[in-house]
């Protein structure tokens, strides 16, 4: 059994996932990964590629909800109803470039497609938001590459850790 140190939200952005038309796979994966770290997902949902929406769950997952994590799945792509990155950056406060940037880099090791992710780590309050593809095999690539550093950043986001460059 793992402890869980931070609480997390997975939230799936998908039209047809919001419309029972298809299973949220990414979203399962996601949790599944965060469960078996250092997280405890305290909500799962799906929306529909509506960035008002989204938007205006992430704010509450942020500001009522409270939890340390929230990771996106789906919407960061070319398609012009993938704005999951134009919803998320609507209600952060601070970026975050490098995860994003660790995100696609290692995508890129098993396909050249990885670049096209649009994804952004933001953060609102004590929360940071990380946006990953929607495919089960994009979401786990691009979480398992930020997992190891999420612990540090989360510390330091929340003022218990120590300063970033310490390490450096």
């Known amino acids: ?3 869980h140190k931070y609480a997390a939200a997975v939230l799936t952005v998908s039209d047809k996932g919001s419309q029972g038309l298809r299973e949220d796979a990414s979203g399962a994966k996601v949790g599944e990964l965060l469960e078996a770290s250092i997280f405890q997902v305290v909500w799962r949902g799906v929306l529909p590629d509506e960035p008002d929406q989204v938007a205006a769950k992430l704010k509450e997952l942020c500001d009522q909800t409270r939890v340390a994590l929230v ?7 070319f398609s ?9 950056l609507s209600v952060a406060e601070r970026l975050a ?5 660790l995100m696609r880099a290692e995508g890129c090791r098993k396909t050249p497609r990885a670049m ?12 940071l938001i990380l946006n990953v593809p929607g495919s089960p095999k994009g979401a786990k690539e691009s979480l398992e590459a930020v997992l190891p550093i999420l612990d540090h950043a989360l510390e330091v986001l929340s003022g218990t850790g120590g300063d970033c460059a ?3």
């Open 80 to 88: 012009p109803r993938d704005l999951t990155p134009e919803a998320t």
């Open 71 to 77: 990771v996106t799945t789906g919407g960061t792509g």
């Open 97 to 101: 470039p490098g995860l994003a940037e």
């Open 166 to 168: 310490a390490g450096h």
């Open 1 to 3: 059994m793992t402890d």
């Open 116 to 127: 096209l992710s649009r994804g952004v780590a933001a953060i609102r309050g004590g929360t």
